[in-house]
């Protein structure tokens, strides 16, 4: 019997297959995943997992110094990306050198969007994905305002522009489409964040096909409860649910997602998964990462949905 070991080319999974020369008795290979996602296999053909990691994470405008200086946590925002190993995932805050920084530091992602100021000035709302598994099909960003084309504008009581970014994928391993968006709501403008709310319901169904899931990640300023929250969940025009709330393992890690950079454990729940009911939705978990100094990556803490799709 002989043993064949491959590691894939993004370093995310390894396959050992231990064969006979004789084909009727071959063994179950396993893939190891990072992440801790594990998949039985037969023979030596990697099996098409129906599972999808999504997660989305504030990762700090780099605005501060000393300890949670962007240089400082760079390599512990990616490095927390990395673990957790999502296969979307949508960030916000990120200007475009830190989002450079990012790439350079994920290889196996592309990113989408632009600065909310246009081209590359200001915060982005990126999605990024990984080529191996997705087809990218469309995208495009809007502004979250009246007039949703117009690069820069600010919407109602809103302090600073605000955009969402979407994509249209098509996941090779199970042949299914979906569209990812990802947004970050105004911090000040209580009318805003209605009303940005309203648009994402409106806008999102006129940009999905028959059978198209639809998975909205972000930073939405809003607790659940909320104006903008309900606006999302109980709307005529698209059916969201809040993924935390519908995970057939419940909910795993803290109750908050923002927690300021020295002390985890308190905080606000404004960080969210939604997604169309066509999503399955197995785990779902706030995950607390901490750097060797003992403070968080982010102020934010990410979040993490695995999803199954009908």
């Not at 504030?58 to 240089?71: F, H, P, S, T, Y």
């Not at 925002?77 to 790439?103: C, K, N, Y």
């Not at 096909?209 to 909205?216: K, P, R, T, W, Y």
């Not at 809003?222 to 935390?244: G, K």
Request: glycine fraction near 8%; proline fraction near 5%.
């Amino acid at each position: 019997m002989s043993r064949r070991q491959h590691l894939c080319a993004d370093r995310r999974t390894a396959v050992v297959c231990f064969e006979c020369s004789d084909e009727r008795y071959r063994v179950a290979t396993l893939e190891l995943r990072m992440g801790g996602r594990f998949r039985r296999q037969s023979g030596c053909s990697i099996a098409m997992s129906e599972t999808l990691r999504v997660a989305s994470y504030n990762v700090r405008v780099a605005v501060d110094d000393g300890l949670d200086a962007w240089e400082q946590r760079v390599d512990d925002v990616a490095s927390t990306i990395r673990f957790h190993d999502p296969d979307l995932i949508g960030l916000q805050e990120p200007r475009g050198h830190q989002l450079e920084d990012l790439r350079e530091r994920l290889p196996t992602y592309e990113w989408l969007g632009v600065g909310r100021r246009g081209g590359e000035e200001g915060e982005f709302s990126p999605v990024g994905y990984r080529p191996r598994r997705f087809d990218l099909e469309d995208s495009k960003t809007f502004w979250l305002s009246e007039t949703p084309g117009e690069v820069g504008s600010v919407g109602w009581d809103a302090e600073l522009p605000r955009i969402a970014t979407w994509g249209r994928f098509r996941d090779r391993e199970t042949d299914k489409h979906l569209i990812h968006a990802n947004t970050h709501f105004d911090h000040v403008g209580g009318r805003a964040r209605e009303e940005s709310a309203s648009l994402l319901a409106d806008h999102l169904p006129t940009v999905t096909s028959d059978h198209e899931a639809i998975v909205l990640t972000g930073d939405f300023n809003c607790e659940p409860n909320s104006a903008p929250y309900e606006r999302l969940v109980d709307n005529d025009n698209i059916d969201l649910r809040d993924a935390r709330k519908h995970a057939e393992h419940g909910h795993h890690g803290p109750e908050h997602t923002v927690t300021g950079f020295e002390d985890p454990q308190t905080g606000r729940r404004i960080d969210y998964v939604f997604v169309t009911p066509d999503v399955n939705i197995a785990q779902y978990a706030t995950c607390v990462d901490l750097r060797s100094t003992g403070r968080v990556p982010s102020d934010h803490l990410p979040v993490v949905a695995d999803l199954q799709f009908s």
